[in-house]
DNA sequence: CTGTTAGCGCTTTCAG
DNA sequence: CTGAAAGCGCTAACAG
């Protein structure tokens, strides 16, 4: 029978406790210049001790606007739009918070970007959030050389320096690696052989989706023929189909551990290895879909590319307005199995611009 | 480029390009008496016309408090546990927001919920959450012949006639259904025989779920043997054990579809069964965890207990406050297929009191 | 470094 | 049925 809830205590309270002003109360617990470190703290004290708790609505209702802007690079990917589609839900959440933001689009290569970020550092902009581009490392390394001044970045499995960055969003590569391995396992004796096909084994999601793969692999006591790479490049996967399978034409299955990895799949189908050879893919969008309902593709980890925007928005609202900390500064998605039976839902999903996934 | 955020457009605005107050905009918007049809439909229209959008944060801010409650039974169950953090989690976002949440727990019969429920109706509660008691049929009955004056009711996984709920929150049972079979045909080759272990089929859920399952048992190829209620008794459960593999000694795969399962499981282990069928469970909790680390059970599926809690209040509170409207008068959460790979995501889960799904 | 004051957008008495 | 006015809790100038 306990209330939830406590008659609300404000800042007016702790000012009249110690006999000042709400507005250095208010400085105080905001962090602000301008307050005598011995009040600060005797203000600290009380705040707690009285079980002080800020109003956010009241805040937001009264606070100048926080500026955030989301960085997606041309020629966006099914994957860019989900998370695109994350944060346009969580500034739908957020809307009555007073934060603005501003969707651009940019050139796909890491100087477009470290110019735009500039940019909006100079236009007082308050947070970006950073949806990867190519060649990331460079970005990260410009990123070093640059004056941001306040400006916080929030990276959606983006790489960049810790103290880069707020935080990072982005989905256990891990135990998507580990799922993936002991799906195959099951759809496979002991001895079988397997491969793994990636994009670009340089971000590091890929190479913990890697690792977690080839420990499951072993337990699973599969035999691993390899890793090819195709650096998300159609035509280099369309070659690379033809070689993995000269290469190991008694192959019994693979895991599509990137989500471009349509035209590999196409390739395979040509050449007759559909229903020979057990697959196991990443995301879930429209043409995954098909290759699972036709059989192809038995399970697909699905990544959640829209709570990675959505949750990233979030926090960062969180760490500007809240002063949230982030201790953990990689914030990991549970990848989620999709087979046949539960693929609806994830249809659904991907057409429902309103669905409710809760994150709230 | 799009700015997300135009200038805010206020009632008071709507109240200058209709001449008249403020406070009559908001009584029309609010829905509340006293305000002639006519000035209403202007009121609405301009609205709609300028574009308005209400801010919650405003409005929170001087509105009254919101009542609500949530009425647990005795004898918690894992999964109520889980619903109820999931509420509290709820109430914990929705701090701002003028709610109040009591959790209370009651006899677990109908008769008790009817006159707790009554009580709460009389006292002049908002809305209340209801978590299945034993005997729902009879609850909804007596539902029927009383008079609750405004009070929403919110139900999960609880059978409520429709009229007398504003909505359901719960697993969609037909996918779960349907993943186990999914998950046992690959486990199994086709012909191979299979039965279902449920608590109580006179419930909604229940049904479903066993529906999707011989559905996909069938497309699976499986022989399906039968179905078997213990209806959540530990002492049945022990004795059915029994009785299954007497009748069926070759059996090869078994779906738990209900959460109440240990004493199946250890029975099915003192007799030997252990790793000669194959076991898919349902939901995670502490001694589900342990069977599928030792391998007893391939996999269990994960129906969200915690953010049903969460769904159900958030939509409450959005029924109640912001006068959302339900079409869908059943919410369906997306059961997760939880292996021993992905396990550990899912014990860290029921630890983490702050863990953060999102739902948001 | 601190206090005063004017709102933010809305709901709710209290008077008509 | 409608309007005036007093806040809800907080922030942001503006003065000290």
Known sequence: MEEMRSTKLTIYDIAQELGISIATVSRALNGKEDVSEKT?????????????????????????EKKFAAIFPELIHDYDNEVRRGIEKAVQELQDYHVSVEMMTIKNNPEAF??????????????????????????????????????????????????MRIFMVQSNGRVAGRMAGELLGTLLNPGKKVALVTGQMTSQVHQKTAEGFLEEIKVQKLDFV????HYDQPSKAYIMAERLLKEHPDLDGIYLATANSVTFCNRLVEMGYAGKIKLVASDVFPKMIEFIKSGLVFATIFQNPFNQGRLATRYLFEYLVEGREFEEDEVLLEPQIVLKSNLELYEKKLLDVMSEDILF
């Open 40 to 64: 600060r703290e005797r203000i600290f004290e009380t705040a707690k001790r009285m079980g002080y708790k800020a109003s956010k609505t009241a805040a937001s209702l009264s606070r100048k």
């Open 114 to 163: 470290i110019e735009e970020i500039q940019t909006l550092a100079n236009k007082e902009y308050d947070g970006i959030l950073l949806i990867p581009c190519v060649g990331e490392a460079k970005l990260a390394e410009y990123l070093r050389q640059r004056d941001l001044g306040k400006l916080a970045i929030a990276a959606i499995t983006t790489e960049l320096a810790k103290d």
């Open 226 to 229: 390899g890793t090819y790479e």
